[in-house]
Structures are given as C-alpha cells and as structure tokens.
C-alpha cells in the first residue's frame, strides 16, 4: 500500500542574492492578487514602475547580508527540517515546496506522486493564517492538483498558532537567550499585513478592527483573523515564559506602502522603547518558523542598529524553530492528527 505524502510548504526566498534573482522572486510575489490585491491593472503599473526598479536592488543587498555558504537561511532551514521530519514519519513521504520559487509547489507535488502517494498532507508552515500565506499557498496547490486528471486527495494541517508542541519549541529556544541576555523587555514581532486584509476575513464587516477588545477571544467572526491569531500566539508565549504585564509587548513589521497596516509597528515600537529607557530587549518573530530576510536581516540587523543609535544598549533576536526536534516533533503529532493515525514507531534522531 502507497505510503501518504507530506508536503512541507513555506513562503520561498530568491535563488541568489543578486538583483536579478530578487527582482523575479519579488514579481512572482508581488503579482499574486492575493498579496496585493489591488486591480491587475494597477498592480502591474505599481510592480513595473515602482517596486521592481527600486526595491530589488535594496533588497538584493539586504539578502546578502544573511546569506550563507550553503545558500539562503530561509531554504537551508527547511531542508534540515524536511529531514527531521522524515525519520519522525517513517510512514509516510515527506517532500519540501515553497509558494514563490524554488522547490516549487508543482516539483513538491510531483515527487510525492511520483514515489505513488495518493493521499497528500499539505503542511503550510505558517503558525497564524493570513489569506496572502496560507490561502494563497492553498490556492495555489488546488490549481496544480487540478492539472492532474487522477488528482491526489488532498488534507491540509490548519494553523497551530496556539499548539502546544509550537509553542512549546519556542519556548525551548528563548528560555536559555532570555536568561543569558536578561532583556528589560521582550517583543513579540510579526509580519504586518494591510487593515483591509484582516477586514476581509470578517464576515460580518463588523467584527475585525472594531474595537480594542476585538481579538480578546477567538470565535466565528473572526476565525480567519491574523490578528486575533498573533494575540493568541502572545498570550501563550508570555504566560510559558513567565513574563509579568510590561514585560512585553507585540506588534507588526515589514510594512510596505502607504495603507495603514496593522498596529502597533515594530520599527516606531523599538526607537520608542530606546527613547523612553529601555535598554536591553529581546526580540521573537513567531510569525516565522524559519530564520529569513524578515528575521535576520530586518530585526536582527537593522532594527538592532536602530534601538542602539536611539539610546539603546542592545537587542538580541531570539532565534526561530528552524530544525528544532521538539518543532520536528510537533510537525508529526500534527500530521498524524490530520490523517486520523496514531504514533507509530518513529525514529527520533
């Protein structure tokens, strides 16, 4: 009998740091109406007129800054974590695929396929659902599965935002950073995503952004919600890591345009902080299972510059999950939870 498949997919990163490569990475991005959903029309003009010219050179330099002999952070992570996982599901395949670039989702897809899965667990690594990450990686495989006339059957892990062995693994890796740095602060940082992307998963149009309170609990209105989502993700890491009110805080980074996106930002949050006294903090991304450009780069390098040169001693980017064993470990409690199959006898490296 074919073994199932599990396709481990993530956001994708540019083959190299160089603008050329960024440049075809970012239209592949920025041309997804669900990234930035504007009409085609208008969308086309802002890539070719605006983003592409500008931001591909600036951030050609800014991956350069992280990238490593064996190739980007963001990929080399997710192949160490593809082989964790392998040894943890014996009984199943399990191949990784990125939603823009290489390995695409067609090439994850194939594999599986090709080594006779039927049954395909999709597992996108995005611990808070966004329509921009998740709905359109989903999107997405639905089209390629399409393609095929014996189309494989197809289960998808939801977000884990708040599951335990997630939160757990991050809890595993900041305990030992918070207690060598001993921070004044620690800060919860997560992609930001435009107001009207969180509106849009409500409903009723009246939920979403309507009052302070609104992400307090989790419920039919707002399921869908990033936001709600992230604050659930804080709250559980605080109340592991023993943090007392004033001790944290969450907000959103890596902002892009004019509209206003979720509140508060990272980039005026820190200065902030710097200006007011603060002077040693701690930054996690539990947005991000994977060290990236977001993490690395934008916090570990440049927001750390920032928070010093307004007043700051130092900032320290706690590491995300990476290859973690107990993140591997979670990933296959949650696969075989989604295809109804009790631990089996898993080799733990």
Known sequence: MPKPGVLLVNLGTPDAPRTGEVRRYLREFLSDPRVLDIPAVGRAALLGLIILPFRSPKSARAYSQIWTAEGSPLLVAGRALADAVRPRLPECEVELAMRYGRPSLSSGLSALRDRGCEQIVIFPLYPQYASSSTGSSLEALYREASRLWNTPFLQVVPPFYDQPGFIEAFVQIAEPVLGDFRPDRVLFSYH?????HVRKCDPSGSHCLASPDCCETIGPLNRYCYRAQCWATSRALAARLSLQEGDWDWSFQSRLGRTPWLKPYTDLVLP???????????VMCPAFVADCLETLEEIGIRAREVFIAQGGEDLVLVPSLN?????????AQMVRKTLGTRESAAVTP
């Open 323 to 331: 290859a973690h064993s107990t993140w591997a470990d979670s990933i």
């Open 272 to 282: 902030e902080w710097a200006k007011s006294g603060v002077r040693r903090v701690a």
């Open 192 to 196: 930001g995503l435009p107001e009207r």
